[in-house]
Each structure stands twice: as C-alpha cells, then as structure tokens.
C-alpha cells in the first residue's frame, strides 16, 4: 500500500488520472445529458429523482443537505421536476410544516430508462476490454465507490 512518502513518485499518475476523470465526468455527463434532455431534466434533477426512487419520500431539508445545495435551491430543482410530474409534495401528517417529496410513477419510469441508457453505455465501453480487466475495473470502481461514501 503506498504511503505519503510515496507522493513524489506517484504525482505524474496521480496528475494524469485527474485529467483523465474530468475528461470522462466530461463524456459520460455529455452522453447521459443528451438522454435526459428528451425528458427536459437535469442532471441534478436525475440524481434528485435517483434519491427518491430509493428513499420513497424525503423532506425539503434532507434533499438539500443530501444535495449538498441550499434550500432554495433545492426548491427550485422540486418545482421543475412537479411541474414535469416526476415528483409530488404532500404535507407530514405529523407537522402540515414539514414538506414532503416523493417520486411519481412517471419519475421512476424516467429513472429506468435513464439508467438503461447508462447500461448500455457502459456495456460498449466493456466490449472495449477483455474478461480480466473487466473484472478489474469492477475491483477498482467499488474501491472509488466505498471512498466516496459518506463516512
């Protein structure tokens, strides 16, 4: 396992696959965008709708803080995606203060093809590599995954 005193020698690579990561963030957003534009939804908005379909239902707060956006602006992502029908609030049973979002039949319909155009995306790329570094780039990418999860 490289340590920090390895940094010097491991800087050139570290350099060139922080090029190499903007250029794909770059390629795939471009290539998921054309697809999420004939549902006129954002990228944020995807991710939004990607959060819903997992959590069910979520309040204005926790989509901001999750977001990692402000509340208003948050506001702004939820009102797009209404007016769409992909999402709809209703008010807590507990508390008619607190706001809840949760997906419609229509986002999850969005959702589903969105990602199976990211599958297909990502099977082209696959046909590009042989059997070993497939399964290498599966090993690698849930080493990534597991680091950028919230600790």
Same mark, same amino acid.
């Given at each position: 396992? &490289? @340590?920090?005193c390895?940094? &010097? /020698? $491991? =800087? %050139?690579?570290?350099? =060139?696959?922080?090029?190499?990561i #903007?250029s794909l963030?770059?390629?795939?957003?471009?290539?998921?965008?054309?697809?999420?534009s004939?549902?006129n939804?954002?990228? &944020?908005q995807?991710?939004?709708?990607?959060?819903? =379909?997992?959590? /069910?239902q979520? @309040?204005m707060?926790e989509?901001a803080?999750?977001?990692?956006?402000?509340t208003?602006a948050? #506001?702004?992502?939820?009102d797009r $995606?209404?007016?769409?029908?992909?999402?709809r609030? #209703?008010?807590?049973k507990?508390?008619? =203060?607190?706001?809840l979002?949760?997906? @419609?039949?229509?986002g999850?319909?969005l959702?589903a093809?969105v990602?199976?155009d990211?599958?297909?995306?990502?099977?082209?790329i696959m046909t $590009?590599?042989? @059997?070993?570094?497939?399964k290498t780039?599966l090993?690698?990418?849930e /080493?990534?995954?597991?680091y950028?999860? %919230?600790?």
């Open positions: 396992m &490289p @340590t920090l390895d940094e &010097p /020698k $491991l =800087r %050139p690579s570290a350099e =060139r696959l922080a090029e190499i #903007t963030q770059r390629c795939l957003i471009l290539k998921l965008s054309k697809e999420l004939r549902g939804v954002s990228f &944020p995807y991710c939004l709708l990607g959060m819903l =379909r997992e959590e /069910k979520l @309040t707060s989509i803080q999750r977001m990692g956006h402000s208003a948050a #506001t702004g992502l939820i $995606l209404e007016n769409l029908g992909h999402v609030r #209703t008010h807590a507990d508390d008619r =203060r607190k706001v979002v949760q997906i @419609t039949a229509s999850l319909a959702v093809e990602r199976d990211m599958v297909s995306n990502v099977l082209k $590009l590599l042989d @059997t070993h570094e497939q780039w090993q690698i990418y /080493k990534i995954f597991s950028c999860q %919230p600790q």
